[in-house]
């Protein structure tokens, strides 16, 4: 709704009439003041738009989402650099079903800019994974996906990545497997 600044100056003014308030003796609207001054010190950190965008998300509400996240113009003005992240990371998740590359894109963005939870930063770490498994790149898919590993502490996406762990298991099919070397090997080789 805002500009990030917009919303301190506010902040700062609505403090500085609590401060008068306090200083005639009006110590509930100081009180009152210096609560609604939190409000907007609160939405400088955590912007409006992708809270509601995340909400609508929770609710399997993709377009009600992206409305949200279209709303916000210029995010580079408008948002702190955590909150960069996480448009860019609600961004690769609502494409991740469409357009792979443009989720890629969106995701590699959100990991550069940083996001705030470990969970968020594992999924899309995980996203990362599938997106680069698909396209026959295994090594950085592995890399990502022990990374995902490692940042899932709480153990909220351990079937997700058993899952793919499987499937990457799968595709290198039953004709390969690790010689006494430790390196890979066909079968047809050895045969």
């Not at 919303?7 to 200083?23: E, M, N, S």
């Amino acid at each position: 709704m805002f500009n990030k600044n917009i919303k301190l100056i506010i902040a700062a003014g609505i403090i500085a009439f609590a401060v008068y308030q306090f200083t005639e003796g009006y110590i509930g609207n100081g009180i009152m003041l210096i609560l609604l001054s939190l409000i907007f010190v609160f939405l400088y950190f955590k912007n409006e738009f992708i809270l509601l965008a995340f909400l609508k998300l929770r609710k399997q509400d993709f377009d009600g989402a992206k409305s949200f996240l279209n709303k916000i113009k210029k995010p580079e003005g408008a948002l702190v650099k955590k909150q960069q992240g996480y448009y860019n990371y609600l961004h690769g998740i609502m494409n991740s079903q469409s357009n792979v590359n443009e989720s890629e894109k969106y995701f590699k963005k959100a990991i550069a800019l940083g996001l705030s939870m470990d969970h968020d930063l594992a999924m899309a770490k995980l996203n990362l994974a599938g997106i680069a498994f698909s396209k026959r790149r295994k090594q950085e898919a592995q890399k990502l996906l022990t990374e995902a590993t490692k940042l899932d502490k709480q153990g909220m996406l351990t079937d997700q990545i058993k899952m793919m762990k499987d499937n990457m298991k799968r595709a290198q099919g039953p004709n390969q497997h690790y010689g006494a070397g430790g390196s890979l090997r066909s079968q047809k080789r050895r045969g």
